[in-house]
């Protein structure tokens, strides 16, 4: 592996004093801001998410604000969801996707108010798409980055910490609901969410000043519940299926390439100014699949895995490869055409370590 | 300094097994991409750029390309540089702004024909925000990522490699200026241009394919002249002022505040949608300066470290500094407030190693 050189332009957080003196060992780049990417070992932090709690560190998912009287409409543009329904307590996972309906985004779109959305980005510059659509368009909107850095607690534990600091009314709320809570003199957003499997919450701390005393209180609180820093962990998150938008879908892939069919609500959302286009992509030709790959434990992938069928065809590729301690196999997650994708479907994976057996499956493990 | 853990996400450049092998140490990310940030250390690929010759992979400067009737329509509703008179063998240093007149990124625009532009990116996403002017327009282009890696050639004995393998009328290209090129059964763009301020050129590779053949056939030429992978060099861009988008300059900025007014024409770019607002903005309160720190060498800046006047109030910030071996002082780069910003005004920055005497420079280095 080699060092990441630090810079301005890789923008620290509210908690990277914190995430530092807590230990990490490694970082990526999410939205030009640094993420952990493991404490002590991807294994060990693995293992520890699946049992206790920890807080995450994922300021990275930068909140864009959209703020106006043409809010709603300038998000239905964007994306095949429909949002009429969506109430001012609710968090929806949102494909967003240009007008030939290519993937631009995967957010958590968190509605506020009527006039007023947080967009909780995977890694993309999405608040130049949105500064550009509410320009062209001419719509009575502003758009802009908050102040505000999401702290993620996940785990088994998660709601017991969460419940034990900010009081027992927090069980009430169900997954991917949002509410307030305060902190010292600051309410903030607390919602059921999170990238990981395991339960949990995300905050969503408003003041980059509450971050670092909201990080010491927690990990006060939770000593007992042996509270650890952690990140979004490769192993589990393949587990569960949660994609990774650059790397499992990018801009060269549909909504129903992704797997997301069940967000895109063509009939009604004829705003939208992909839904001409998605149209008539409805039916793939490829999709993503969990993949299991034999053999002993393979190195983490830093290129596509091409996949072939028994002729030797390319049918795929895989973007996200990990061995699952769990599950005692190789797991990830893969592209494949239509011909090959079937639930059992034997193909050939060219790893970097040579050639192995990849299997097909029904679902995600976890 | 950590690691960078390895990802897709983090797009691998068709020149990216070359720079391993030739020992890279540390990496950044630009535009979702890997860029090298050192070979042998700051300092030794500094003073050989100064003397040899250097190939750069800057596949991160991502290219745009903006093809159709409305291309210059939708170019100069982004920037308040006058794009009339841009001829189709001209590279334009380009700010792109949003409506309020904030830096979106500063591009090198190379002009191919009337209709047809490549962006050369700083660090940001430009391609969604000409995706949403265009669809919000209804302009009649398409704007997307063509498969172009710009790789570089600098140094005082650029001339002399690029002229040996392409021949010697590429002598007579001059600054900002290109033209074609042909490698092996394939035309590419050369421009006289670069980030460094040591003269050299830059191809526009297009094709992946070509990556690695070319980066052989450069080295195997330049043998003679000591050729050595290099890579933007903190040091050389400090002493030159080239500015670093996302640590310099920032979307919190005008063009005006970074220093740019000359490329900013507002009187004759009445279609920038930023016009009215900058026009109200052309007399900046704080600036871009060079600033000089006294004292033994500090360590690089992982945060913005904080000037003050000689009453303590707050003046300003630096967002990028170094030690300069040729001129003997701590180098760096500034936004400074008016009241402090004149040639050899003195003030003290607040640096992560304790407070230091900084003077304000009237020009850069070199």
Known sequence: MHYLTPSIRLRKTPFTQRVTETGVQAY????????????????EDYSHLKRAVQIWDVSCERQVEIRGPDAVKLL?????????LMQND???YTPIVDEAGCMLNDPVAIKL???????SLADSDMLYYFKGLASGFGLNVSVFEPDVSPLAIQGPLAETLVSNVFGNEIKALKFFKHRLIRFQDQDMVIARSGWSHQGGFEIYVEGSKYGEPLWDYLFEAGQS????AGCPNLIERIEAGLLSYGS???MADTPFEAGLSKYCDLETTTTCLATKALLKKQTPSRQIRPIEIEGPPLSPLTTYWPLNDKLGNNVGKISSAAWSPDFMTNIAIGMVD????GDGSQLLVESEEGKRTAIVKGKFWI
Do not use: G
Not at 76 to 84: C, D, G, H, I, K
Not at 338 to 341: G, K, T
């Open 90 to 92: 609710q968090c929806y």
């Open 28 to 43: 990526t780049v999410y939205n030009h801001m640094l993420l952990p990417s493991y404490f002590r070992s991807v294994e």
């Open 225 to 228: 519940l042996d509270v650890k």
């Open 248 to 250: 499992d879908v990018t």
């Open 338 to 341: 239509s011909a090959s994708w």
């Open 113 to 119: 108010a009527n006039d007023r959305f947080w967009i």
């Open 76 to 84: 239905q543009l964007t994306t095949p969801r429909n949002l009429e």
